[in-house]
């Protein structure tokens, strides 16, 4: 009878952890951050004819790990050569060439915290250079080749603070002085890492001078959040590409004073997006584009930039008023690009709720007015339906400016794809 009873409870007390083991819930893990993409180094970047060309304010890397002074060591120190390598350990030469005048800074970020960088500027000079430089005729202008400090994580570079322009390997100090670049100049950098087994690094070259900031979000319109897009900016005046990236983020550039810019942005299933922006139009303040994107799909708005604003002439006819034609100029750009596309133009308008058919009329007079304009501009009239806000729209506008405390709303008129054909 004992052994019957000794069973039974161990069958239950089995059965009781099972239950207990399958009532606690298993502890997912998290996974592990993605480490950022090493860029691959072109072949025989590690000699001067082959250097790799960098864009100013532009970082470039993590790159790979640098392995050896490529087919020909060109630095070497002699008795009349001095701010040079004793010889190149593992290295790679960079050209940088200066788009406007400024002061250079550098930025030399390792990988390894430990890994000792050093790095030496010349100034271009023709294409004799790197013979001159193998044969020590070329002197550097700048030349870091300090001790790694580890509690700033091993980063070196030319800064503003600066006053050195050649520090020595008994030095602690990790930065030197800035150098004074003018339009046109080009500037080469060689940065080598004495640890063989080291890993790769990201270098920075931004020309300082006097701008304004300009943060360029770009945003799904449809969904209401930020995306990625191929970014193009580019100086109207000088023609320079001041950045050309693709599947860009959030991204910050500079506007120089004097200086308009062309800012592009392009994404496949969206339509194409311009603007134009100029130092003056920032100047003093960071300002931030929302650059709205516009997927091509029935339901979509196109973007109307700024308040349309209506009157009545003398026979009573409501028009559209011309100051607002500007904001519908990028419609009228999106509509000529893309000729498959049809639209429907929702009029909105203000209501108090006293007579809503009235507003319900007066809402489809303003659409029908958008439409007049738009086809003035050649736009083919078979594209474009209108309507104004339904009496169901209305009434729940009125609802919710009772919601809050009866604060009058102003619905934008909108314009959206209404198919494709």
Known sequence: MKKIIIFSLAILLSFGLLAQSKGKKKKTKKPAPVAPIEVTLPDRCSDCFFPVTLQADIPFGPT?????????????????????????????????????????????TPKGFSDDYNFIVYKYTDKYFCNR???????????????????????????????????????????????DVKTGESYVIVVDNL?????????????????????????????????????????????????????????RIKLLPEKTYEISLSKEGFFNYTRRISHAQAIGKDTILSARLVQIKPGSPLPINGELYFDNNEQGELFLMQESHKNLDEVVKILTQYPQINVNVIGRIMTEGLNVKKDNEVSKKRAEAIKKYLVSQGIAES?????????????????????????????PCEIRIANKK
């Open 64 to 108: 790979e790990p640098l392995r050896g002074h490529g087919y020909v060591n060109e630095i070497h120190k002699d008795a009349q050569t001095k701010n040079v390598f004793d010889q190149e350990h593992n290295s790679i030469w960079y050209i940088l060439e200066i788009p406007y005048d400024g002061k250079l800074l550098i930025d030399i």
């Open 133 to 179: 430089v193998e044969k020590n005729r070329v002197k550097p202008i700048r030349s870091v080749q300090s001790v790694v400090n580890t509690e700033i994580q091993g980063k070196t570079g030319l800064s503003l603070k600066s006053s050195t322009a050649h520090i020595s390997k008994e030095s602690t100090e990790a930065y030197g002085q800035y150098i």
């Open 195 to 251: 640890n063989d087994a080291g890993l790769g690094h990201t270098i920075t070259c931004e020309v300082w001078t006097n701008y304004s900031p300009l943060v360029i979000n770009p945003i799904d319109s449809l969904l209401q959040q930020r995306t990625t897009a191929n970014l193009h900016v580019k100086e109207l005046e000088t023609g320079r590409t001041v950045i050309d990236k693709q599947n860009a983020g959030s991204t």
């Open 383 to 411: 594209r474009i339906t209108t309507r104004g806000s339904s009496i169901k729209e209305l009434e729940a506008q009125i609802k919710e400016q009772s919601k809050s405390r009866n604060k009058t709303i102003n619905p």
